[in-house]
């Protein structure tokens, strides 16, 4: 596709259950990042990829998320046993090489946990 | 560590010029300046960069200090659809094992 592509757009789950959020990245780029966004508060890192293999986890906020991705290519971040202040956008995009500086961000999926 | 300072919030009105000033006191040689904004509800979209020079795109022109401290982004006419956060952020391109790392940014809001 043209850009980075996320779904759900938007995901309304339960306290408890797990949650799984996908990331399609532009065709070709190697690096990919999550960022989550809670209301009304700025962008948070969480984990970028390159390629397969995630050099930097530190932004994960607990073990309860984790995140892969497979062939290069899709992505996928998994909240298990959902809080509440979980709610919140989760952004992906994607970049030609990591550490490159046009960064491309997809819609984001809202997640609402109650 | 967003390593930029920028002002919380601003105002212009609807036509006139947007000069957004952004601190980065601490910026090392090989760090260029990134500009993006994200309009509500949307993902951020970048602007537009630079490294020392002054750097003009459709969107907007980026002005930087001589001694690359400061800089200001700059929106010459304003719209409406201008009202957005918009993120200061320094950076090495393509140093692997890196990400973007955002700041507050400052709120642009735009009136007619």
């Known amino acids: 596709g043209a850009g980075v592509s996320q779904s759900p757009s938007n995901k309304v789950t339960e306290k408890g259950k797990d949650v799984e959020l996908r990331c399609d990245p532009i065709s070709g780029h190697t690096a990919l990042y999550w960022y989550r966004q809670s209301l009304g508060q700025g962008l948070e890192f969480l984990i970028y990829f390159q390629g397969n293999s995630a050099p930097d986890k530190s932004g994960l906020p607990s073990d309860r998320f984790s995140a892969e991705r497979t062939g290069g290519s899709v992505s996928t971040l998994t909240i298990q046993r959902t809080q509440q202040e979980d709610s919140a956008v989760y952004l992906c995009?994607?970049?030609?090489?990591?550490?490159?500086?046009?960064?491309?961000f997809g819609p984001g999926t809202r997640l609402l946990v109650l | 560590d967003a390593k930029t300072t920028q002002p919380p919030s601003m105002d212009c009105a609807e036509g006139r010029a947007a000069n957004l000033p952004c601190n980065h006191s601490t910026i090392s040689g090989n760090e260029y300046v990134y500009w993006y904004r994200q309009i509500h509800s949307q993902g951020p979209q970048y602007i537009i960069h630079?490294?020392?020079n002054n750097e003009t795109n459709e969107m907007a022109s980026l002005i930087i200090t001589e001694d690359r401290k400061s800089s200001t982004l700059i929106l010459p006419h304003a719209t409406l659809r201008d009202t957005a956060v918009y993120y200061c952020i320094v950076r090495v391109p393509y140093q692997a094992g890196t990400a973007l790392i955002f700041g507050k940014g400052t709120t642009l809001s735009v009136s007619s």
């Open positions: 630079g490294l020392k």
């Open positions: 995009a994607s970049s030609e090489a990591s550490g490159g500086g046009f960064v491309y």
